[in-house]
Each structure stands twice: as C-alpha cells, then as structure tokens.
C-alpha cells in the first residue's frame, strides 16, 4: 500500500492514471492529495485488487472534478474500468464488491436490473467495439435476470454476487442451493454438528466471503443427479450407476498379481517376503518382484514420504515403459508420479495461468476437471469444438477460428488439452488427427496437455492408440511444448483409489519444470502406494511366470467384457427412436444425442436448469438410472444429451429402460 501510496501523491492523475479514465484530457493535471486517506483507507479496508483501487480512485477523482462536466463520469475510459473489473471477475471469481460498486453509482446500496444488463451489453463487448449478444453466452442467468427485472425487484450485495455466480458458471445444471440441500441429505456424510442457539446463527465464512471461484466451479460427474441418485439409494430404491468411470464400484474385480505385490510391499518383512512359508502362499514371481519394490523404496517403506518427484527406480519404470511405446528416448528426470492424473492436471494449469487473460484451449466435449480447475485457479477457458459427424474429430479450422476468437477478446492462449481416447466421447484418434493440434500448438507456441490415461481402453479393431509424445517426434516438432498424464484409474486396472499416476514433460523449460518440483514438494509427495501401482501397471507379470496365466485371463476377460457392452450399448440406444449415438471406439463412455420437443426446453428455462438436467433426472427417478447431463461436459449449441458408462454388467440391459424412458419424456413435453 505504501508503494500505491507513493506512486499516487508524488505524482499527477494524468502522468499515472490518464490512460484509464482521462484519456482526451492529456494536459490535465490535478494533485489528488487530498482524496488519498478515503482511498487508501478503501482499500486497506477490503484489500481490494489493482482494478478496484483504480475504480475507487476514479470515482474520488470525478467527484473532485465535477466542476469540469459531466462527460468525465459517462465518458469511454469508465467503461474500459469497468470492464476490467468485470474481466478480473471473470477469470478469478475476485472483485465482485467492487463490481457492485461500478454498476451503484449513485451509492444507494442496490442495482436494478436495468442497470446490470446496460453494465453487462457494455462489457461484453470485443476490444474492437462489436457487441456480444448475453443470451448466447450466459442464457440462464439472463432469463433470471429478466424475470427479476419483470417482478420489479432490485439487486442487493447478497442477491448480485448470487446471479454472477450463475452467469459465469459453464453451465446451469446443478444449482448451489440444491447441492446443499443434497449434501445435508447424503446418506454417506454421517452426523454433523447442529447448533442449539434460538437465534440464526451468523457466519463470517459465508456465501459471500468465501471464495466465490469456488462457490461457481462445477463437476457434474458428481453433481445434482448423482446425489438426488444417492438419496433414492437411502431409499431403498436400486440405482444403477453409470456416471463415473470408478469400475471397482460397479463389480470389476483387482488383478491379482497386482494385490497381491501390493500386499507383501505394505506387511514387515518377517509377516511377508521373509516369512518361512511365504512361497505356500504367494506365487514366486510375485516374491520376486515384491522384494525387487522393497529394495527400490528403501528400509523406510510405503508408510514414509518419498522423493517429491516420486521414488527414482519408479520413475525410471515409467521412462522404459513410455521408451518401448513409443519407440524414443523417454528420461525419468522428467517423470513426475502423482495422486491420480488429476493432481498432475491441477499443477500444470497452476504453473500456467499467470494472469486474469490467460486462458487454456479445452475440447468440447470435455471431462469436467478441466473447466473445474480452470475456473477455481483464475483462467479463462476457450472450447474447440470436436465434429460429432466426423467422430469427434477437431479441425485445424476450427482450431485456428477459436483461436483467433481468443486474441480478439484479448485473451492470451497458454495451453491446449486433448483427451486421447476421448472422455465423454469414446472416440480414439489416429495419427494424423493428432498432428493437425499438434502443429497447431506448434505454430502458435501453445503447450499441449495430453491426457491418455484411456490408452489401453481401445476396442474398435480399426484404432489404435498413438501417443502425443510419438507423434511429436514422428513429425520432427522440435519446439513442440508436452505434457503427456497417465493414471492407475482406467484402463483394466480400474484401481482409483489408489490414486496413482504421472505426467511426463517433453522439451519443458527446466526452469519451469523446477517450480513444478516446488510445487510438488509442497505437497510431500504422491502417496507411495500410488506410485507403486503405477508402476506395475505398467509392468505385467512376464511370460513363463506363475502368475501370468491367471493375469492373461483376468484382463482378457475385462477388456472383451468393456468390449462387448461398449458395441451393445451404442447398438441399443441408436435403436431408440429420437437418440443416436457415435460408436465408442474407447475409453468406457457413450454419448449418445437426444432429440426433446420444445416444450422440454421451455420447462428447463422455467426451472433455470438445462434440458439435458431435466431429462437426466426424470430418467432417474423413474428407472433409477443414473447419467451425467451432457450440459457438464460441454456440447455443440442447441445439443442435448447425457453420458453413460459401460462399466456396470447391468448397463446393457437398461437399453430397454432408456427407450421406455424416451418414450415417456417426449409424450409428457409434446
């Protein structure tokens, strides 16, 4: 504060603050020393941000010249403050006092909605002047801003900051009020502490002082539909989930060599590798290579932290695996094991998104922690839409359109994410659809976020799975920026609470790659279990070992079972009349599209949700199937649909319920 303070008085408005608010007046030049304390005291009081000190300043020093006219309070420069501020908004979930502030002029402790949606065509405008229609971007909060304006009524702090949650959440199929009414209800959460006071309890940690980027991230995989599911499950009534790709939940079975190295790593070595009947018990090869682990994490064990990075002889499993893949040079310097991909995913954009501007390319569709962890760490998301008719396939058209959308808004693109096999969409790519992001990202310098932790789900006879890594080679990208993540989740493992995996960074600045470091350390380290399972994963039981043949045949049988429901699933909803679906060539997931009459889509506005919302949970309730919303992943406007899990050996024979269901909704909404 103290440098504010002196870069305000030693100078003049004009010579620091022109270019904000009196551009046009480029010899005015007034001493504000005056109107410091009540500026400084504003904004040690709400420490607020640079925008809204700035705004605070501006409307002390208009006051102060208001002998000059009107035109400085309704001039350009104010609105390029406030829609700063609504940008700062935007990207961090910060600011909104000041936000409120900008839209109150007049100071009287409330915005009408009039007043919000002049402020709001004023600032979403392109930098070149061209507006953006609101209804595009943010339909539901728009319709309740209207219906507000309809019914008279005004917008205090509490109400506004409650409606810029809901224009800038990426969708409006789970409504915070509902989540909590859910969450209170869980049957899992167990009792919580209920205060006896007669008077309401009042909170300092509330709705409003909490972060509000928070308080607007979404994951719809575990959303409004999955916990009104868990309530019906309290119930009594079957549920049959297929929302999550979580396979130990809905019947697959752990490989056991897998649990079974797990096991003699986790027991004292006299219970396990060095008790006398050891080999009564454990196959030799999973002895062997139980004591081959044990060395290689050292006489602490799996219960002590290890190397940030993860355990050496771990990582150095990791490199070999993803050399022999790939056929080049893989270095286990550059291996990170992490608590699931996820955690990985949550670094990198941590390490990315520096500024207010900065924004990551994500498919659309996408899986959901991308726009969750994009919106709570203070970027801006930009989609590129994958070709449902093409097998959502990307173009380097549509790349380079959503690109040049991006600078246009002012927007600095650090990364771009793809999802290989894809998540919702089950499609796997093949080389050359590969190379058009990558060269793309090459051209533009944008790093690639490669997530391939599907790699083995691939049941379509004519696919493969191709790495980013091999492509980038393959095709001499030298200045290609890579980060490529795998985890113990998926693929015919299925073991997610282990909450194992790692990333991989091709021709990263080894100086960002050392912050990357520190941030892991600040975490300790990934648990060693985790990392363990990672590395078997990657390591399967050798050929002419005990434990191969019983290995063989429970994968064998997992993978023909993923297989065989995926093209049963696809084949029964493209037999519904109103639903088709693309053939799901991997990963675990259906898309399938659904055609609803109007009538549906008026009734979702009406209840400020999407139609894919009120489709997913009629469907619910009335055949306890449980889908996420389409909406939570993000799709092609004017789509509506849901996604399914193949997971679950009942999946294929709910096709009837699905077309029973079909046929029910559209009758209602017809």
């Keep these: 504060m103290q440098r504010l303070k002196k870069v305000v008085t030693a100078t003049s408005i004009h010579r620091h603050h022109s270019s904000w608010f009196l551009s046009g007046n480029r010899s005015l030049n007034v001493p504000i020393g005056t109107m410091w304390p009540n500026i400084c005291h504003k904004a040690i009081r709400s420490q607020t941000s640079q925008y809204a000190f700035r705004y605070q300043l501006y409307k002390q020093t208009s006051r102060a010249l208001a002998s ?37 002029l007049d100071e009287n402790g409330s915005v009408e909605p009039a007043e919000l949606k002049a402020f709001m065509i004023e600032v979403l405008r392109y930098p070149d002047g061209e507006e953006i229609d609101p209804t595009e971007i943010m339909p539901y909060a728009w319709n309740r801003l209207e219906e507000r304006e309809a019914a008279g009524r005004s917008y205090d702090m509490k109400s506004f900051k409650k409606w810029l949650v809901a224009a800038t959440k990426m969708s409006a199929d789970t409504k915070n009020t509902r989540m909590l009414q859910y969450l209170s209800q869980h049957p899992s959460l167990g009792e919580q502490y209920v205060s006896d006071a007669e008077e309401e309890e009042v909170y300092t940690w509330n709705d409003e002082t909490m972060s509000q980027s928070l308080r607007r991230m979404q994951y719809a995989v575990r959303g409004e539909v999955v916990m009104r599911a868990d309530q019906l499950a309290a119930q009594g009534r079957e549920i049959l989930y297929t929302n999550i790709g979580n396979p130990h939940q809905v019947g697959q079975q752990p490989i056991t060599y897998f649990r079974q190295i797990l096991a003699l790593c986790d027991l004292p070595a006299e219970c396990g590798v060095d008790h006398p009947d050891i080999g009564a018990v454990f196959p030799k090869d999973v002895i062997e290579r139980a004591r081959e682990y044990r060395e290689i994490i050292g006489p602490s064990g799996t219960g002590a932290y290890s190397h940030s990075q993860g355990i050496l002889g771990l990582r150095k499993h990791v490199a070999e695996y993803i050399q022999n893949r790939d056929g080049y040079k893989s270095y286990a310097g550059n291996i990170f094991l992490t608590n699931g991909a996820s955690t990985a995913i949550s670094m990198v954009l941590q390490g990315l998104l520096a500024s207010n501007t900065d924004a990551i390319m994500i498919p659309i569709p996408q899986y959901p922690i991308y726009s969750a962890l994009i919106s709570k760490l203070g970027g801006r998301q930009v989609g590129y839409e994958l070709d449902e008719d093409l097998n959502w396939a990307v173009s380097r058209e549509e790349l380079d359109k959503k690109f040049a ?65 091999k492509v980038t080679l393959d095709c001499a990208l030298r200045d290609l920026q890579l980060v490529s993540f795998h985890s113990t989740s998926k693929g015919l493992v299925g073991e997610c609470g282990r909450r194992g995996g ?13 912050q990357l470091y520190k941030l892991a350390s600040a975490d300790l380290c990934a648990g060693v279990v985790g990392q363990v399972m990672t590395s078997l994963m990657l390591r399967p039981p050798q050929s002419g070992g005990e434990s191969y043949e019983l290995y063989e045949k429970e994968t064998s049988s997992i993978f023909n079972g993923l297989k065989e429901r995926a093209q049963k699933l696809v084949d029964g ?30 009734a979702a506005k009406k209840n400020g949700t999407t139609p894919d919302n009120l489709y997913a949970l009629s469907l619910l309730e009335e055949t306890g199937i449980c889908v996420v919303p389409a909406s939570g992943f993000g799709q092609k406007k004017g789509r509506v649909g849901f996604r399914t899990t193949f997971l679950h050996p009942d999946t294929v024979k709910a096709v009837k319920l699905f077309a029973e269901h079909h046929e029910k909704f559209v009758k209602q909404y017809t």
């Excluded at 350009?76 to 109150?104: C, H, M």
């Design 68 to 104: 000059l006219g009107d035109q400085i309070a309704t001039s350009k420069p104010l609105s390029n403050v406030r829609k700063q501020l609504w940008e700062f908004y935007f990207s961090t979930g910060r600011g909104a006092n000041a936000l409120f502030e900008a839209i109150d």
């Design 405 to 469: 959308k991006a600078k246009k808004e002012g927007l600095d693109v650090k990364a771009l994410a793809m999802i290989n096999p894809g998540n919702p969409s089950g499609n796997v790519m093949a080389h050359e659809d590969i190379q058009v992001i990558l060269e793309f990202c090459n051209d533009n310098g944008i790093v690639v976020l490669a997530d391939e932790v599907y790699q083995t789900n691939v049941y379509a006879e004519t696919a493969q799975f191709v790495s980013a890594k």
């Design 502 to 514: 790692y990333m991989e960074l091709h021709h990263i600045d080894p100086y960002v790659q050392s």
């Design 573 to 602: 909803l493209n037999s519904i009349p109103g639903i088709s679906c693309v053939p799901a060539e991997g990963a675990m997931y259906a898309f399938p599209s659904v055609e609803l009459p109007p009538k549906a889509f008026e």
